[in-house]
């Protein structure tokens, strides 16, 4: 084991060490402490744990997903919000399910404590406020880290989360601090333990809006954003009973031409365009200057300001971010109507941090070349909480069950946006924050955020996932066959009742018996509407009820989705020798053999999605591996 500094004392051993007490090590630290680990989270300030440096909410387009099907595999985010959102609204409810997302405002402190408190009561995990300076490997594995107050801390596996913290760095106009968010100290040690590790990094920057004072600014002048009447839980373990309570509104408004004056008046003096700030943003999440230089034509960008909890007058400026001077801000924020007398409390800043090149790791999340080493979060290269949580969320099961011996657990593309998100840092990387978007998502319609626990819960079986948990997924997905079995052989009569509902839901009337299913595939109906010309109708959960109506209505669009999974799937299985020297693949085009040796991927399918590599080169590719299997079967 190479000498990491001075030992001054060495710490008890644990099974997992957790770096960073953000979204991702929060998941990573619960998941093996509740496999059965001894688990330490250490993070630079435990004030920061959990902690919502950017945006109060968890969820939102996409991001929902995400949430819902960490919940599927056992996760705590969706707890967490379920216990301490002040808001909730299911977006995108006019477009198809598939595009359906739940997103919560989020009481920020309380978000914080409780997840805090989570930890603090989890048996095996115990949280340490603690610097980690430096990272011990022996033999090409983990075996514990240092702190910079000279503690050895052994471990069996590690994972590493520390967010925004690494190298991080405020700007705004001419003020840079070398800090973490929210003016936390940043982790400024660590990255040189990476480099001697051989870890290619990248520097990323992302940014925050300024937070008003309540007191100072005008709603009158708004739209009210109220939340939705029907709450839906983020949760499949909570019903909307266990978790309805009165909502606090967001608000409305909208930048002007007076606002771009100020900042197009002001351009040299952002950091972003005088050549102050270093890292890649991203292009999902512009600043508001940002807004005004790429998009020049728009003459207005929608505004949300959004409370950040119950029992504190900080909003949150949703739309506006910025590193502008503070004086500047304070001018550009004023030009809004409704916040002409706004007062800022915490200005908008930019930050930059250093994060992992994710093609170093494998579809576990664990480094390739570092046995035990797993990464996650923002580190791993994503923005996001969401995104970040997701990742904790595996990379914690992972190193579990590297310990326990059990085999690992990995979500492909056709099983979830988690196996999207991860697929696309391993196998493509990012050149900037990444950002999960349904687009991304090629089987979306499958992906619903509505079914994530009846896609995931029964493979997160073994893991998190408990006995009880796992018998009443089994359950709700037979109650949904046996009812649309129940709904293909009903037919219903053309009686003056059923014609009479028909017509007032703006439906041809029948004039002979049909099918309820066939009934159900109009647009204009339903399988609720359809309650009263039911007469057989089992009472069942409105999950259930849900499952079914999607089930039938969108049919033919499943099943052909279904086929190409098919497909996927046969390239997936199409493993390749992760010892195969692709440079001696002569008719490989010299950038496909590079990005191949770079890469190393698992499969067939993996290797196609390599930026780089195409057609032609997977169709040589397998001309080779048959050629190669031809071979060794002669000598064998």
């Known amino acids: 084991m190479k000498k990491i500094r001075e030992i001054v004392y060495t710490a008890e051993a644990v099974d997992v060490i957790v770096i960073g007490g953000g979204h991702a090590g929060c998941e990573a630290a619960l998941a093996a402490a509740r496999m059965g680990c001894a688990v330490s989270l250490l993070a630079i300030n435990l004030d920061s744990i959990a902690m919502m440096p950017c945006n109060p909410n968890i969820g939102g387009t996409s991001k929902g997903h995400l949430v819902r099907e960490i919940d599927a595999l056992g996760g705590e985010m969706a707890k967490n919000i379920d216990k301490t959102y002040i808001q909730s609204r299911m977006l995108n409810t006019g477009k198809g399910p598939a595009v359906h997302s739940l997103r919560a405002q989020a009481d920020k402190h309380r978000y914080s404590q409780e997840m805090k408190k989570t930890l603090e009561n989890t048996p095996g995990l115990r949280i340490m406020q603690s610097e980690v300076v430096d990272i011990a490997v022996d ?11 000279g503690a050895l801390h052994p471990c069996k596996a590690l994972v590493m989360a520390t967010g925004t913290y690494l ?18 100290a940043a982790a400024t040690q660590l990255k040189d333990s990476l480099d001697h590790l051989g870890i290619t990094m990248h520097r990323f920057k992302t940014g925050t809006p300024a937070r008003l004072d309540a007191s100072s600014v005008d709603f009158s002048k708004m739209i009210e954003q109220r939340g939705d009447d029907e709450i839906t839980p983020f949760s499949f373990e909570n019903s909307r009973e266990d978790i309805d309570r009165p909502q606090i509104s967001c608000y409305l408004t909208h930048t002007n031409e007076r606002t771009h004056e100020v900042i197009r008046a002001n351009l040299q003096r952002s950091p972003m365009y005088s050549g102050e700030i270093e890292g890649t943003a991203t292009r999902y999440c512009p600043s508001i200057e940002d807004k005004v ?33 503070e004086d500047v801000q304070i001018a550009m924020y004023r030009t ?18 250093d994060c992992v090149d994710a093609t170093q790791l494998l579809p576990t999340l664990e480094f390739k070349t570092i046995s035990g080493f797993f990464s996650a979060g923002q580190f791993n290269g994503t923005s996001g909480y969401e995104e970040a949580a997701a990742q904790g969320l595996i990379a914690g099961i992972n190193a579990a069950a590297k310990i326990l011996d059990k085999p690992p657990l990995t979500i492909d593309r056709s099983e979830g946006y988690i196996g999207v998100l991860i697929d696309d840092l391993v ?5 900037e924050p990444y950002r999960m978007m349904t687009s991304r998502a090629e089987y979306r319609l499958l992906l ?10 029964e493979k997160g079986y073994g893991y998190l996932i408990s006995d009880e948990r796992h018998q009443k997924t089994i359950e709700k997905k037979r109650y949904i066959t046996d009812e649309i079995n129940r709904l293909s052989k009903t037919i219903v009569a053309p009686t003056e009742k059923v014609n009479l509902l028909l017509k007032q839901h703006d439906s041809s009337e029948i004039t002979s018996g049909m099918k309820l299913v066939e009934l159900i595939k109009r647009p204009e109906l339903t399988y609720d509407l359809l309650v009263d010309v039911d007469t057989n109708r089992p009472t069942l959960p409105k999950d259930v009820a849900e499952q079914v109506n999607i089930a039938i209505k969108y049919e033919g669009y499943i099943k052909r989705q279904m086929l190409h999974v098919e497909q996927f799937k046969k390239l997936e299985n199409r493993k390749l020798p992760q010892d195969l ?8 085009r010299l950038e496909a053999r590079q990005k191949l040796n770079a890469i190393k991927p698992l499969n067939i399918g993996q290797a196609s999605r390599i930026t780089g590599v195409n057609p032609a080169d997977i169709s040589n590719l397998l001309v080779y591996m048959e050629r190669r299997k031809h071979m060794e079967r002669g000598t064998e």
């Open 167 to 184: 190298g991080g760095r405020c700007i705004w106009g001419e003020v840079s601090v070398n800090s973490g968010p929210n003016g936390l």
């Open 293 to 325: 230089v790429r998009f020049a034509e728009k003459t207005s960008h929608q505004v949300f300001v959004e409370p950040e909890g119950e029992n504190t007058n900080e909003l949150y400026v949703s739309g506006m971010s910025t590193s502008l001077p």
């Open 427 to 431: 196998t493509k990387g990012s050149n």
């Open 336 to 353: 809004v109507p409704g916040l002409e007398n706004c007062r800022i409390v915490r200005f908008g800043y930019a930050i930059e941090y």
């Open 448 to 457: 619903r955020q509505d079914n994530a626990d009846l896609r995931l819960t």
């Open 139 to 149: 033999d090409g594995a983990v075996v514990g880290v240092m702190s910079a107050s």
């Open 581 to 588: 020297d692709y440079s001696t693949i002569s008719n490989l």
